[in-house]
């Protein structure tokens, strides 16, 4: 078994992913000597503790950083400033600070000019997850086969990169580094704009006369049962994404607004030539992802 990678694992945040990855750490042994934990509540870490997934837990953030030499953000974006507000002096020199975060622009505006000379700020996102949330939800297989983007500022040490990505390798992630705001834009139509669509595709027959939404809760098909799945996801982590990737996420909208009343006009005139062809681009790309594995 190779070294671990760190001596001290600082995890802010202890829901899907940051207990995912301190599952990874307890069985493997080749991410970090020591893991620590902090979340914002007592009660978060005493089921942290129950759990039996980390070796230390600390409700203080500044606590939880000293003597870490790799900090990991896994709370919602929103919170990254007053976070990285609240460790920066305590972090110790030559560390790597690290996140999760779905968004990355935000993320550099919010922690980069609060990181300490010496300290290297490597920005990551492992895209996995479900809809499930809370120290309970992670499990130790969640990345495996799947990717996690990179975006470093100019600048970041070489080293400090590469042991980020060595993390996630032996996460089981796939790498890919990625220019931050392009990052935001892919991720913008992938999974910012799905998650969208099905708040608001729930919103919406939540909003029916109650006899309609009892029929739809009845009979709900499997197109309306999977965004439900997605509706489930945890609302604070989605709130803070769509807040911070604005610009991005309108964008995304706007063509596919667009693009759903091209679909409309097509339904009214009796287009059928367009709705299929639309139809079939939607087979397409579903067997491309099945190709890739990323289904």
Same mark, same amino acid.
């Given at each position: 078994m190779p070294e671990p990678l760190f001596e001290r694992l600082a995890l802010l945040g202890i829901g899907l992913i940051g207990s995912s990855v301190a599952r990874i750490a307890r069985e493997h042994g080749h991410?970090?000597?020591? +893991?620590?934990?902090?979340?914002?509540t007592q009660k978060t870490l005493d089921r942290v503790v129950h759990l039996g997934i980390v070796d230390r837990v600390e409700l203080d953030p500044a606590r939880a950083v000293a003597g870490a030499d790799? +900090?990991?953000?896994?709370? %919602?974006?929103g919170a990254y400033a007053e976070l990285a507000a609240a460790i920066a002096p305590h972090l110790a020199p030559g560390a790597i600070l690290t996140d999760v975060g779905s968004t990355k622009q935000s993320v550099i505006r919010d922690l980069g000019p609060l990181v300490p000379d010496g300290v290297h700020f490597v920005p990551a996102h492992p895209v996995?997850? $479900? =809809?499930? &949330?809370? %120290?309970?939800?992670?499990? &130790? $297989?969640?990345? =495996?086969?799947? @990717?996690?983007l990179l975006t470093p500022p100019p600048g970041t040490d070489?080293?400090?990169?590469?042991?980020?990505? =060595?993390? @996630?390798?032996?996460?089981? &992630?796939?790498?890919?580094?990625? =220019? %931050?705001? /392009? /990052?935001?834009?892919?991720?913008?139509?992938? &999974? /910012?704009?799905p998650h969208l669509l099905a708040f608001t595709i729930c919103g919406t027959a939540d909003d029916l006369a109650d006899e309609s939404r009892q029929q739809v809760l009845k009979f709900a098909a499997s197109g309306f049962r999977d965004f439900t799945r997605i509706a489930a996801s945890d609302p604070v982590m989605w709130r803070d994404v769509f807040l911070n990737n604005r610009e991005a996420l309108l964008e995304m909208l706007a063509r596919f607004t667009e693009d759903a009343q091209a679909m409309a006009r097509a339904v009214r005139w009796g287009d059928g030539s367009y709705i299929e062809d639309k139809i079939l681009r939607g087979r397409k790309i579903r067997q491309s992802l099945i190709e890739l594995k990323q289904a």
């Open positions: 991410i970090a000597r020591e +893991v620590v934990a902090n979340a914002r790799c +900090v990991m953000l896994c709370a %919602p974006v996995a997850g $479900t =809809e499930y &949330s809370g %120290p309970d939800a992670g499990f &130790s $297989t969640l990345f =495996e086969g799947r @990717w996690c070489e080293a400090a990169v590469g042991k980020v990505a =060595e993390l @996630w390798r032996r996460c089981g &992630s796939l790498i890919e580094t990625m =220019e %931050p705001a /392009h /990052h935001d834009r892919v991720l913008a139509i992938v &999974s /910012h704009l």
